[in-house]
Each structure stands twice: as C-alpha cells, then as structure tokens.
C-alpha cells in the first residue's frame, strides 16, 4: 500500500538545525510531489511547502523562505526537509504528505493531500 | 489564526447528523477545490472528502462534502462514537500560492 515513513523524534536547541526525512513506498516516488505541513500542540497546521521528486523543484511558504530546503534521494525514494535556525515557535509535528503534481506557481484547482506520514516530533529547547 | 475558519467545536449524539462549515475566500475555496481530513488523537490526519465532495475508497457514505461560493461543509450521517476526532478543511490559494488551513473542529459524541 502507498506509505510514507518518517523519521523519528528530534530534540534541539535554538540555533540548530533539524533534517526530517520520509520515505515513500507503495508507488513511484517521481510521479508525486512531497509537500511538508506541520502542526505546533493546540495550533492549526501550516503548509511549508512542496517538492518535485523528479526535477529537484521546490517551492516554499514565504514564512519559510530562506529558512527552509527540501531535498530527495530517489534512490531511496525519500525526501528530507531541512530547517535552520530553529526557535522554541519551531516546536511542533512535522508531517510529509504526497500530492499530485503542482504546475508552474499553481497546486491546483484540485488536488489534495494522501497519504500522511506518520509524523516527527521536532522539539526546540535550551 | 487560521486562513479557513471552522467552529472550534461540535457535538452530537449517536445516530445524529452533524455538519461542519468551512469559510474562505474567493482565492482560496471560491476558485479551488476544497478537501476535508480527520485527525485522532495522537495520529496523522487521513483523507476523508477530496474535491470539495469525493469520498476516497473506504470511507463510509456517512460521510460527504459540499461547497457552496466560498463556503463548504462536512457532513456526517448516523454519528458513531468512533467519529469523534478532530476535522479541518484545506484549500489551495491563488492569492498567496500557498496550502491554507481551517483550524480544526473537536467532533464530540455524547
């Protein structure tokens, strides 16, 4: 069955930089964009942004730009999201999530998120 | 404060019918297609309507989605105690070319 499998737990300090990573199985890991979401304890979730498995392209939440970089293996069919700089409002889940292909600036008009990884705890403490 | 806004909660009891709103704007849920998850305590979130009223093999006609203008809505027939999780709709944005959120609504089952 299609599954995305994500690393496990991490604990940083300020400053620090975290890389998650998700692999994929199930289906070919380059026919689908992997986007990350994540979810901070009581808050709503947060779109961080996608990336093409097969071309290397990315695209990013401008709250994250400069902060953030998504990168893939394909021979391992696995993607990672590599964020620096990390502060205390950093601590949340981090989720991967498989989409259809985004088109130029455009993720839609209709697509949607399936499957979810199961989710890394990122947690930012001195 | 989220993009979407939904009702931080709802309630019902077995057997009932609860329906769940969803509101954005013209560039977000008036132009594309809106999608709704649920969440259990503790576990990622799976797709539960995609395409503003498309239900994914194995979810339950008990679920359905619909969009009318710049509002959708979740509805979930014969309520179960097992329903009770967290919803939250999401959209694509063309203003800000970004995945936008609702803030989840707690589902109860009295």
């Known amino acids: 069955q299609v599954q995305l499998v994500q690393s496990g737990a991490e604990v940083k300090k300020p400053g620090a930089s975290v890389k998650v990573s998700c692999e994929a199985s199930g289906y070919t890991f380059t026919s689908y964009d992997i986007n990350w979401v994540r979810q901070a304890a009581g808050q709503g979730h947060e779109w961080m942004g996608w990336m093409n498995p097969s071309s290397g392209n990315t695209a990013y939440a401008q709250k994250f730009q400069g902060r953030v970089t998504m990168t893939r293996d394909t021979s391992r069919s696995t993607a990672y999201m590599e964020l620096r700089s990390l502060t205390s409002e950093d601590t949340a889940v981090y989720f991967c999530?498989?989409?259809?292909?985004?088109?130029?600036?455009?993720?839609?008009?209709?697509?949607?998120?399936?499957?979810w990884g199961q989710g890394t705890l990122v947690t930012v403490s001195s | 404060q989220s993009v979407l806004t939904q009702p931080p909660s709802a309630s019902g009891t077995p057997g009932q019918r609860v329906t769940i709103s969803c509101s954005g704007g013209?560039?977000?849920?008036?132009?594309?297609?809106v999608n709704w998850y649920q969440q259990l305590p503790g576990t990622a979130p799976k797709l539960l309507i995609h395409?503003?009223?498309q239900r994914p093999s194995g979810v339950p006609d008990r679920f359905s989605g619909s969009k009318s203008g710049t509002s959708a809505s979740l509805a979930i027939s014969g309520l179960q105690s097992e329903d009770e999780a967290n919803f939250f709709c999401a959209a694509w944005d063309d203003s800000v070319n970004a995945w936008v959120f609702g803030g989840g609504t707690k589902l109860t089952v009295l």
């Open positions: 999530v498989r989409a259809d292909h985004c088109i130029g600036p455009s993720c839609s008009p209709d697509n949607w998120f399936d499957p």
């Open positions: 395409s503003d009223n």
């Open positions: 013209t560039s977000n849920i008036g132009t594309n297609t």
